[in-house]
């Protein structure tokens, strides 16, 4: 079996290798001279797997590290009789901790509270069910707007997407990027989304890029309709919006999902597809892990006001990225290609918490 991967795919070298031959490239790399021979693709959402790139291969698997899969021509493969596979919730845990710190970083920074504001999550999938705990754990108010579930489901649980822009001080995006159909999403924030917000509130996108409408958000932080915002998925990207950099809140290059054990789940994901597809065993698919922190011990003792914050920041601070984006907008897949990638609260051990700080510590996924 051969097996070409993309080089960026962390915590993978040396575990394919005992039953495959194993090529890593880069993204630019892919090419039908360079995958013609392979009978697997382990790629990123920057490798597009389109039907220039697959026509006349003996690639009979693609697997992808990533939630998304609008990377791959699936109508192609599934013409061609080539199966795909994404890697569906591998780093839900990741962004759900992303917008809450973000959020936390907002609320800090304007001396209010988060306890008791109305989060209005849209796309209530392995994502949006992650920040729901998490948002409920610390005190926030959730509206779930999911039309797909709710059609399935029933209503029960769920708002119109009007009800999210009427009623919320907080708006956060978590769909697939669908262009067609009864539930595209592609430019779901536009400026009718933004004319119906009541409440100033804070915009969230970290789901994909084209979910918003750039010119509309625009418009909407001008005019004060939006009054904050977290921006980690970009229209265009990498060739992102220098205005919208300058006015949103906390901008970062679509990292939100990128944390060590995000990456390490999607890694081991596809193995298991491989696994499975092939009918072979990994023997060191166990091996795939990521890294221990640096420091794994947060201690909360010295620290006087808002310490739970203190925890959450201490684990991941969305400004440092940020700051990077910011000074280096021209490097945003180099920004990508080499970002820390943070562990996860449960990588963490949180000392001197009260017995209230700790139920709640516990609740957001610390130890």
């Not at 699936?74 to 959020?103: F, M």
């Not at 996108?205 to 509309?216: K, L, Q, Y």
């Not at 907008?329 to 080499?338: I, Q, V």
Request: glycine letters at 6%.
């Amino acid at each position: 079996m051969k097996i070409v991967i993309d080089n960026t795919v962390p915590y993978l070298k040396g575990i394919a290798e005992p039953i495959a031959e194993v090529k890593y490239l880069n993204s630019k790399e892919f090419t039908p001279t360079a995958i013609q021979d392979a009978d697997a693709l382990i790629v990123r959402s920057i490798d597009k797997c389109t039907r220039e790139l697959l026509e006349g291969s003996r690639v009979r698997l693609i697997t992808t590290a990533t939630i998304g899969f609008d990377h791959i021509d699936t109508k192609y493969c599934d013409e061609a009789g080539i199966t795909w596979k994404n890697a569906p919730g591998c780093n839900a845990i990741s962004v759900a901790q992303y917008v809450l710190a973000s959020l936390i970083t907002i609320a800090l920074r304007r001396k209010e509270t988060l306890l008791g504001k109305t989060i209005g999550i849209v796309g209530v999938g392995h994502v949006g069910k992650e920040l729901e705990k998490l948002c409920t754990a610390y005190g926030l108010h959730v509206l779930r707007n999911d039309p797909p579930r709710a059609e399935t489901e029933g209503d029960e649980g769920f708002v119109s997407l009007d009800t999210i822009a009427k009623e919320s001080d907080i708006i956060t995006f978590h769909t697939p990027l669908t262009k067609e159909g009864r539930f595209m999403t592609r430019h779901l924030a536009n400026d009718d989304f933004f004319n119906k917000t009541r409440k100033k509130p804070w915009f969230v996108n970290a789901s994909r890029g084209a979910v918003h409408d750039t010119p509309a958000l625009l418009n909407a932080l001008r005019s004060g309709k939006i009054g904050e915002a977290v921006i980690d998925c970009w229209e265009n990207e990498p060739a992102i919006d220098r205005e919208l950099l300058d006015r949103v809140t906390i901008a970062t290059p679509h990292i939100a999902g990128f944390s060590a054990d995000g990456k390490a789940n999607g890694t081991r994901t596809c193995l298991e597809n491989i696994e499975r597809f092939f009918n072979v065993k990994i023997e060191k698919l166990k091996e795939v892990m990521p890294p221990a922190p640096i420091d794994s011990a947060i201690d909360l003792a010295g620290v006087t006001e808002h310490r739970i914050e203190y925890a959450i920041l201490k684990s991941f601070d969305p400004l440092i990225v940020d700051k990077s984006l910011r000074e280096n907008p021209d490097k945003f897949e180099w920004l990508r290609a080499n970002y820390n990638h943070p562990r996860e609260f449960a990588a963490y051990t949180v000392w001197n918490t009260t017995k209230e700080e700790r139920i709640l510590l516990n609740k957001l996924g610390f130890r």
